[in-house]
Antibody, heavy 126, light 111 residues
Framework: QVQLEESGPGLVKPSQTLSLTCTVSGDSLSSGGYYWSWIRQHPGRGLEWIGYIYYNGITYYSPSLKSRVAISLDTSKNQFSLKLSSMTAADTAMYYC??????????????????WGQGTTVTVSS | QSALTQPASVSGSPGQSITISCTGTSSDIGGYNYVSWYQQHPGKAPKLMIYEVTNRPSGVSYRFSASKSGNTASLIISGLQAEDEADYYCSSYTSSSTFYVFGTGTKVTVL
């Protein structure tokens, strides 16, 4: 059973950089087939796709966040991470990591987010 | 790239069928069969209910079905049950620079 779990600080000061980690169990980040993704949800609002990283390190980011976001991979720990710089109150949200199939050969695919973490709340405040 | 458009709310009585629409453009829903639907209960992570327009993942009830016509996708919930009360989001791959877009979300209320 594949499981994802987000971790990181719940409180970030304005202008600082948010760092979140998603630990994956039951699947290997280095085996390919999935886009390992970050999604966020502002309080009481809808879902916003942030970006993904592929097993080979290729990344793709939402244009609206591209200048501030970086997603990286640590295959030795089976983790992928999100960094979001210059945080403001507008970045206060629930942050989810999730797995997205890259083709029809994989569960939920292509482009279905079939496994999600439970989410972690991030508040931006001084 | 704007979010896909969904009705803010849909309601129905137990046992009834309801339909949630999701309208996009030829760059997303209309151009590709990569529409997904997610169910989200309060305080929980979203759950994949439909992928590739009509496919149900293992474990998802047959009461959930979906379709697409032109730039609009639809999720149909038949035999509505109390446990179906939740928020529902559509999503799609998009050929725009955004890559992936979600719908605005629909709150389903079981009367």
């Amino acid at each position: 059973q594949v499981q994802l779990e987000e971790s990181g600080p719940g409180l970030v000061k304005p202008s600082q950089t948010l760092s979140l980690t998603c630990t994956v169990s039951g699947d290997s980040l280095s085996s390919g087939g999935y886009y390992w993704s970050w999604i966020r949800q502002h309080p009481g609002r809808g879902l916003e796709w942030i970006g993904y990283i592929y097993y080979n390190g290729i990344t793709y980011y939402s244009p609206s966040l591209k200048s501030r976001v970086a997603i990286s991979l640590d295959t030795s720990k089976n983790q992928f991470s999100l960094k979001l710089s210059s945080m403001t109150a507008a970045d206060t949200a629930m942050y989810y990591c999730a797995r997205m199939a890259s083709s029809g050969d994989y569960a939920g695919g292509p482009f279905g987010l079939d496994v999600w973490g439970q989410g972690t709340t991030v508040t931006v405040s001084s | 790239q704007s979010a896909l458009t969904q009705p803010a709310s849909v309601s129905g009585s137990p046992g009834q069928s309801i339909t949630i629409s999701c309208t996009g453009t030829s760059s997303d829903i209309g151009g590709y069969n990569y529409v997904s639907w997610y169910q989200q209960h309060p305080g929980k992570a979203p759950k994949l209910m439909i992928y590739e327009v009509t496919n149900r993942p293992s474990g998802v009830s047959y009461r959930f079905s979906a379709s697409k016509s032109g730039n609009t996708a639809s999720l149909i919930i038949s035999g509505l049950q109390a446990e179906d009360e939740a928020d529902y989001y559509c999503s799609s791959y998009t050929s725009s620079s955004t890559f992936y877009v979600f719908g605005t979300g629909t709150k389903v209320t079981v009367l």
